[in-house]
């Protein structure tokens, strides 16, 4: 059976208070000292003041029935991770969403039960309300006032902003907490440095690619100076994606092969080897078609880890195989797949939705269905249309636009060709001359009829005179 002193020291710990904090205005901390040595008891008002503090119910802190609550909380929280590991995100939102309605749930409590909530709020494709459910924790993770790490809270955030579309947001989280632990001077953790490379893939999202190197070079050093591995590693990843992003695929390769090697070495089964493996063998068949073998070896060592996926990496993940599989000459297997993971990016309009059209129209045309596959370009197209004007979305101009061209369609060609070069903000000057040409043609014109009013006017007199 625990005593009074005993739960305050906890729940004080578990709220990530200090005994100075803890002590407020009203009290001192020498006397919460005292009341967690057991040296001294509270008044009833005291036990209330301390409870709303500490985010929990009186009874709670005074009496071991909160204890006894508390266990059957935890162990509900324990079980919802079961369920998420399971592949059962509707049963653990069930049980997590009785959980947090009930009255009296401590502060720390309720932060872990949110924070296992988000997740299963993202893995049945509900991002609106995962945002919703994680954005107070991330707004009393800045105060101090939670014991979830600021970094993480500020990752995951940040994460479901980007696979929203919402990149802005993505980058005021990412910019909020990344100003804040630099004031502090907390930038050697190992989720600092994933933090820096989560903005960086925000910055990259709006296009903002020189802001984004310049966030990975920094910490990149930092890392380096501090032998952090992983740390290098996550930022040699994101590098990787910025450079496949202006084009330097040799680069890119490079970096994602290095971050692998990193990760394997270090990381062991964490799941972002998996996601590494993913990238790397991505950008293998982006450098380089012919080396299908190294992508689908790659692939099949993600294969055990998709179930721990989010459904959009999950998506991306059969959408890269289902092109292993194409190129491997298998287009129904591909066709396949690519269908699988368009239904899981139906919530996620993007640049994937745009590239796994061209992929489930590439294998639907391998399979003599052209009119089909028309269809499956011009659905890319659309998807397209919804996107801001970035790098991607000019490479993704440029493949489809490449297919059109292939179906003879070379109207549709060159509306893509040209998005593709506005996107990049490389446009015609072809009208602007033209107006310019018609302009001084309509001023040379007016000129002229001044002149000819004038000199029929000179005439008129001299005929008068």
């Given at each position: 059976m625990t005593t009074f002193s005993d739960r305050l020291?906890?729940?004080?710990?578990?709220?990530?208070?200090?005994?100075?904090?803890?002590?407020?205005?009203?009290?001192?901390?020498?006397?919460?000292s005292l009341l967690e040595s057991g040296k001294r008891q509270p008044s009833d008002d005291v036990a209330a003041l301390l409870a709303e503090r500490l985010g929990c119910a009186v009874e709670d802190l005074l009496t071991p029935i909160g204890e006894e609550r508390r266990k059957q909380a935890q162990l509900s929280i324990e079980l919802a991770k079961l369920s998420l590991l399971d592949g059962r995100p509707d049963e653990a939102r069930e049980r997590l969403e009785a959980l947090l309605a009930e009255e009296g749930l401590d502060r720390a409590l309720r932060?872990?039960?949110?924070?296992?909530?988000?997740?299963?709020?993202?893995?049945?494709?509900?991002?609106?309300?995962?945002?919703?459910?994680?954005?107070?924790?991330?707004?009393?993770?800045?105060?101090?006032?939670?014991?979830?790490?600021?970094?993480?809270?500020?990752?995951?955030?940040?994460?479901?902003?980007?696979?929203?579309?919402?990149?802005?947001?993505?980058?005021?989280?990412?910019?909020?907490?990344?100003?804040?632990?630099?004031?502090?001077?907390?930038?050697?953790?190992?989720?600092?440095?994933?933090?820096?490379?989560?903005?960086?893939?925000?910055?990259?999202g709006v296009g903002d690619s020189h802001l984004a190197k310049a966030y990975l070079d920094e910490a990149m050093q930092i890392a380096q100076r501090f032998a952090d591995p992983q740390g290098e590693a996550a930022l040699a990843w994101n590098a990787a994606v910025n450079a496949e992003s202006l084009g330097r695929l040799d680069e890119a390769l490079l970096l994602?092969?290095?971050?692998?090697?990193?990760?394997?070495?270090?990381?062991?089964?964490?799941l972002d080897v998996a996601r590494l493996r993913w990238t790397a063998a991505y950008l293998t068949l982006q450098h380089d078609p012919s080396q299908v073998a190294e992508a689908r070896r790659l692939l099949d060592l993600v294969e055990p880890d998709l179930p721990r996926f989010g459904p959009?990496?999950?998506?991306?993940?059969?959408?890269?195989?289902?092109?292993?599989?194409?190129?491997?000459?298998?287009?129904?297997?591909?066709?396949?797949?690519?269908?699988?993971?368009?239904?899981?990016?139906?919530?996620?309009?993007?640049?994937?939705?745009?590239?796994?059209?061209?992929?489930?129209?590439?294998?639907?045309?391998?399979?003599?269905?052209?009119?089909?596959?028309?269809?499956?370009?011009?659905?890319?197209?659309?998807?397209?249309?919804?996107?801001?004007?970035?790098?991607?979305?000019?490479?993704?101009?440029?493949?489809?636009?490449?297919?059109?061209?292939?179906?003879?369609?070379?109207?549709?060609?060159?509306?893509?060709?040209?998005?593709?070069?506005?996107?990049?903000?490389?446009?015609?000057?072809?009208?602007?001359?033209?107006?310019?040409?018609e302009t001084a043609r309509q001023r040379a014109e007016s000129l002229g009829d001044l002149l000819a009013d004038e000199t029929e006017g000179v005439e008129g007199q001299g005929r008068r005179g």
């Amino acid at each position: 059976m625990t005593t009074f002193s005993d739960r305050l020291r906890r729940l004080r710990q578990a709220a990530n208070l200090s005994q100075v904090q803890l002590a407020g205005e009203d009290l001192s901390p020498s006397y919460i000292s005292l009341l967690e040595s057991g040296k001294r008891q509270p008044s009833d008002d005291v036990a209330a003041l301390l409870a709303e503090r500490l985010g929990c119910a009186v009874e709670d802190l005074l009496t071991p029935i909160g204890e006894e609550r508390r266990k059957q909380a935890q162990l509900s929280i324990e079980l919802a991770k079961l369920s998420l590991l399971d592949g059962r995100p509707d049963e653990a939102r069930e049980r997590l969403e009785a959980l947090l309605a009930e009255e009296g749930l401590d502060r720390a409590l309720r932060d872990d039960a949110v924070w296992e909530l988000t997740e299963a709020y993202e893995k049945v494709i509900d991002i609106d309300r995962a945002i919703a459910s994680l954005l107070p924790v991330y707004e009393r993770a800045l105060a101090g006032a939670t014991h979830l790490p600021l970094p993480s809270v500020a990752i995951y955030l940040s994460h479901l902003y980007q696979a929203a579309g919402d990149m802005n947001a993505a980058i005021r989280v990412g910019e909020g907490a990344v100003r804040l632990l630099n004031d502090k001077r907390e930038t050697t953790t190992r989720e600092y440095f994933r933090l820096v490379a989560t903005l960086s893939a925000a910055y990259f999202g709006v296009g903002d690619s020189h802001l984004a190197k310049a966030y990975l070079d920094e910490a990149m050093q930092i890392a380096q100076r501090f032998a952090d591995p992983q740390g290098e590693a996550a930022l040699a990843w994101n590098a990787a994606v910025n450079a496949e992003s202006l084009g330097r695929l040799d680069e890119a390769l490079l970096l994602s092969r290095k971050a692998l090697s990193i990760l394997t070495e270090h990381a062991g089964g964490h799941l972002d080897v998996a996601r590494l493996r993913w990238t790397a063998a991505y950008l293998t068949l982006q450098h380089d078609p012919s080396q299908v073998a190294e992508a689908r070896r790659l692939l099949d060592l993600v294969e055990p880890d998709l179930p721990r996926f989010g459904p959009v990496e999950a998506a991306m993940t059969r959408a890269t195989l289902a092109t292993v599989h194409l190129l491997e000459g298998s287009p129904r297997a591909a066709e396949d797949l690519a269908r699988e993971a368009l239904v899981a990016l139906a919530a996620y309009p993007g640049g994937e939705q745009a590239r796994t059209h061209l992929v489930l129209g590439d294998a639907i045309a391998a399979q003599g269905r052209l009119d089909e596959a028309l269809e499956r370009y011009v659905a890319a197209v659309d998807s397209l249309d919804a996107l801001p004007a970035t790098r991607e979305t000019a490479a993704l101009w440029r493949e489809t636009a490449d297919r059109f061209v292939r179906f003879g369609r070379l109207e549709e060609a060159l509306d893509g060709y040209r998005s593709a070069l506005d996107a990049v903000a490389i446009r015609s000057t072809a009208a602007d001359v033209a107006l310019a040409m018609e302009t001084a043609r309509q001023r040379a014109e007016s000129l002229g009829d001044l002149l000819a009013d004038e000199t029929e006017g000179v005439e008129g007199q001299g005929r008068r005179g």
